[in-house]
């Protein structure tokens, strides 16, 4: 027997590489994805954290090959070592059948209004196993709708998706994912727009899932509060682009890049003593027409010149698995947000120091 393609020479299940997404707009080109890349291995779960418009969604459509067609896309994303990008809607169809199950915000994107859930939680095991008999698949469904939550499964599995919280579609979603038995599922958002006490609820209903499937999760979120307790590495996203990945403790404890000691001084944090939220100011910049330098410059309490002219690479930073794109990552060993981001005129012996080579005055904050 030759040597299959199937996971050949990695442990990889997912693998983006150099990915890129342009769309053609009447104003020009929005550059959506610059570059962007991360590998999943069997059973990991990586965490993909950025604010709104940092390309998280465009990135997680593009793997799933639901782009809208005028979308330009070019790189690499590979499924079990097989190259997804190029394949025809009727493959790609199977891959997302039982391949990659994909988990929307919203969950009436996946649930179909004039089935009863039980109904669409069979089908989808009867598409799996042809010869399963009716009354076996209602047992299954009802046993996966306990298994993420659901009280009262028995009674449940009758209902319509209109007759369900968010909060409880959202879960009949996981179970239908769980039903799939996928080897990646893809959650975008899945929390959001429920209340905090539901969302820990589904975090939970999606770990559950993990562990009935052995599927490895990408789980994407503007929270990096959400990342914490549920993924075992996390990537952040910004103007397109990956500019910083590690362990949950690389990211959380040492990080390298000013935007994520950002997103972690304005998460709300119980360790923290004062409870003061340290926003980061401006907004992520438009990816029509993106100036050169590094994206993140214009909000950058760190920027010098060479910020401006050239955008930093990914590239190891302390050990060779977490990987920061700043060309000043060395100078942030032990900064912390507040040390950053904090209210003009904060006394700051990081900031004094960057104000002795900075460009000018030009950052964001106001002299005091
Ligand atoms: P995120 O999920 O991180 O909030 P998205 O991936 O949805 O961000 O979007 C990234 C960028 O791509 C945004 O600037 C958005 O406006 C743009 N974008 C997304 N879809 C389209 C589209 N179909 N046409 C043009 N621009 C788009
Ligand atoms: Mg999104």
New binding site residues.
Partial sequence: MTVTAKGEGSGAVLEVEDLNVE?P?EDGI?R?VRGAGYRLERGESLGIV??????????ALAVMGLL?A??RVRGSVRFDGGELLGLSDARLSEVRGSGIAMIFQDPMTSLNPVYTVGYQIAETLRRHHPGLKARAARDRAVDLLGRVGIPGPERRVDTYPHELSGGMRQRVVIAIAMANDPEVIIA?EPTTALDVTVQAQILDALEAARAETGAALVL?T?DLGVVAGHTDRVAV?YA?RIVETGSVGDIFYTPRMPYTLGLLGSMPRLDREEERLIPISGSPP??LNLPPGCPFAPRCPLRREVCDRVEPPLRPSDHAHHLSACHFAGELVDARAEDLFAVAGADSELLARFADTAPGSDTEEDSA
């Avoid at 950025?50 to 990135?59: A, I, L, R």
């Fill in positions: 769309f707009t929005v959506a950025g604010e709104s418009g940092s390309g998280k969604s465009v990135t809208p005028t979308a975008d994407i503007h996203m397109g438009s990816l």
